[in-house]
């Protein structure tokens, strides 16, 4: 278990989203994980949510970081990683009840997070969850200055990545068909925000 890949930032967060994210999972039967990294929330969430089926995605070239901690998952709720780029339609399975996606927003290009929302205008059913994890800026301002310091890492490190406003990612949302249920605040500057399909 020592070898696995390792997220310091799911290690820290992964208590404080469970809380957040399971009184609104209670009447869903399967989730979809956009981006699921390391599959560390994948893991401690099919743990913690056993009456949950827990579907990790990567980027191809990313699997072969998720696969070895979700190969040493000892439960029978979690499926096999699928590889999703969000930017190629139609996506490889049929989006359930809920998405759920973590620190991806900021790390994928805006073209990216434009194609989600588009496809899961397409291709969700009315009542779907997607409840998103991540740092915002509202009114194009920074919520505090340890955000605008990773912003400029983030930058620094790829141009097209950049902590993205709310209410352009609210908007691509709406145009979905997908309205705000909550905005809650996070540990470490950090949002939870959970849109549900309604047409």
């Not at 290690?11 to 009447?27: C, G, V």
């Not at 900021?106 to 899961?120: D, G, N, R, W």
Request: glycine letters at 6%.
């Amino acid at each position: 278990m020592d070898n696995l890949p390792f997220s310091q930032a799911c290690e820290n967060n992964k208590a404080a989203i469970l809380e957040a994210i399971a009184p609104r999972l209670l009447a869903v039967d399967e989730v979809l994980e956009i981006g699921s990294g390391t599959g560390q929330h994948a893991c401690y969430f099919a743990e913690n949510l056993p009456g949950l089926l827990w579907q990790p995605t990567e980027l191809d070239e990313n699997r072969n970081v998720l696969q070895p901690r979700l190969q040493e998952y000892g439960g029978n709720n979690l499926r096999s990683a699928i590889s999703l780029d969000v930017c190629q339609h139609p996506w490889p399975l049929a989006i359930p009840q809920a998405v759920f996606t973590a620190n991806t927003l900021h790390i994928m290009p805006f073209e990216a997070v434009q194609s989600l929302f588009t496809y899961l205008g397409e291709a969700s059913e009315v009542g779907t969850l997607l409840l998103v994890y991540g740092p915002f800026n509202y009114e194009g301002r920074y919520t505090s200055e340890s955000n605008a310091s990773f912003d400029d890492w983030l930058r620094a490190r790829d141009a097209r990545s950049a902590i993205r406003d709310f209410e352009q990612v609210d908007a691509l949302a709406r145009s979905a068909g997908y309205a705000l249920v909550e905005d809650r605040a996070m540990p470490a500057n950090n949002r939870l925000l959970l849109w549900q399909r309604l047409v």
